[in-house]
Structures are given as C-alpha cells and as structure tokens.
C-alpha cells in the first residue's frame, strides 16, 4: 500500500474525474505489463486513463479501456491502442483486491501513470466506492466555496 504522499517524478497522465466521481479506501503502486512503442508513447506524454478500469481475469488484475496512442516511429510491431494490460502487484494485494470487488462492491479505478526515479512506468490505483448524486453536489459545493473563500481572502490582503 503506497500512500499519496509519495513524491511522483513523471506524471503522464492523471484520471481527474477519478476523485469527483469516487471515494478511496486504499490507494497501490503497481507496475505494468508493456511493449517497447508503449513505453515511447508514454514517454512522449501521451495517454490517457479517464475512462479506465481494472478488472480480474483468472486470478490477475487487468487495465481495461486505457488509450495509449500507436508510436509513430515504430514500424511492424506497433500495439494495439485499447489492448488489456496486465497489472504487477504481489498475490496478496491482488486477493485482497479481488475479495472486496467481489464482496464489498468497490471498484478498482486507475489515478495516474508515471515514471519513477528509476525510469520504470508505474500506475497509482485505488480501491473505490462509487458516490452518489448527493455526494457529488457536496463535493461540488465545497470546492465552490473554497475557491469563493480563497477568492475573499485574496482581496483581503
């Protein structure tokens, strides 16, 4: 289990409706399962993981629906955009995971993709509870008004 707090070198993409949409229980760091071009599309910045979910198959936990672009410069082995990739998490993690997604209905949602300080692509998931409308208005409510009150206290001083 990896806290946020943890410094992030290379962020290359973020799920920001992730927060909106979801309350966190327990946050990982696992690796990722990719090909040589995927890492060069990455590395170039470009992905995206706002519609993406982890799903188990068999006993492993896999990224659905994340979109990493095709590398322009490959050539014969270029990746298929909206493949499946393998999580790498140890089996602990990975029975805890699957016990609460099949018990307790919390859903595996993806928060960012980085490098870390040893240059190896990495991805922060977390367990999550899905919020209701009225969880959502809350939420909407207090960053209004945090935005309001940052604005007041801005002209104040």
């Not at 696992?30 to 995927?38: F, S, T, Y």
């Amino acid at each position: 289990m990896v806290e946020n707090k943890k410094s992030v070198d290379n962020v290359v993409c973020q799920n920001r409706k992730a927060s909106f949409n979801y309350f966190f229980e327990d946050t990982y760091e696992a690796g990722i399962e990719l090909l040589g071009p995927e890492v060069k599309s990455l590395r170039l910045g470009k992905a995206n993981i706002a519609e993406s979910y982890a799903v188990d198959q068999a006993g492993e936990i896999f990224l659905n629906n994340s979109y990493i672009p095709t590398y322009s410069q490959s050539s014969y082995n270029n990746h298929e955009p909206r493949r499946l990739r393998k999580l790498l998490l140890k089996k602990k993690e990975i029975n805890k995971l699957i016990g609460k997604v099949n018990r307790d209905g919390y859903s595996i949602v993806p928060l960012k993709i980085y490098f870390n300080k040893k240059g190896i692509a990495k991805i922060l998931i977390a367990l999550a509870k899905g919020k209701k409308n009225h969880d959502k208005r809350e939420t909407k409510k207090n960053r209004d008004w945090n935005r309001e009150k940052a604005r007041v206290f801005r002209k104040t001083s």
